[in-house]
């Protein structure tokens, strides 16, 4: 059983950077696909970005592709999503998952309780 618990979310300025974190409170993170969603208020949950096991293998919803970078430290049984010139449409609860494999689908095993990223203009 693994619980996840992310961190990082505020509130930021339009055109400025956070670092959001996910880590294992309970078991080990190293041999599952990792993921972040998130959900606007009255959207549907979305696909954000993926990274393998290994994290040679990453992919990025075209929102956020060269602005996020995702990352992980199997050491530090962590992942990490670096969101750089955040626009007010990125503003949503972000959610980490874990899986067998890393997807764009929602078919993960575990989910942590998100964290809210806000961004003002």
């Known amino acids: 059983q693994v619980q996840l618990v992310e961190s990082g979310g505020g509130l930021v300025l339009a055109g400025g950077s956070l670092r959001l974190s996910c880590t294992a409170s309970?078991?080990?993170?190293?041999?599952?696909?990792l993921a972040w969603f998130r959900q606007a208020p009255g959207k549907e949950r979305e696909f954000v970005a993926t990274?393998?096991?290994?994290?040679?293998?990453?992919d990025y919803a075209d929102s956020v592709k060269g602005r996020f970078t995702v990352s992980r430290d199997n050491a530090k049984n962590t992942m990490y999503l670096q969101m750089n010139n955040l626009k007010a449409e990125d503003r949503a609860v972000y959610y980490c998952?874990?899986?067998?494999?890393?997807?764009?689908?929602?078919?993960?095993?575990?989910w942590g309780q998100g964290t809210q990223v806000t961004v003002s203009s």
């Open positions: 998952a874990a899986g067998s494999a890393a997807s764009r689908d929602h078919s993960y095993d575990y």
């Open positions: 309970r078991g080990s993170l190293s041999n599952y696909g």
């Open positions: 990274i393998s096991w290994t994290g040679v293998s990453t």
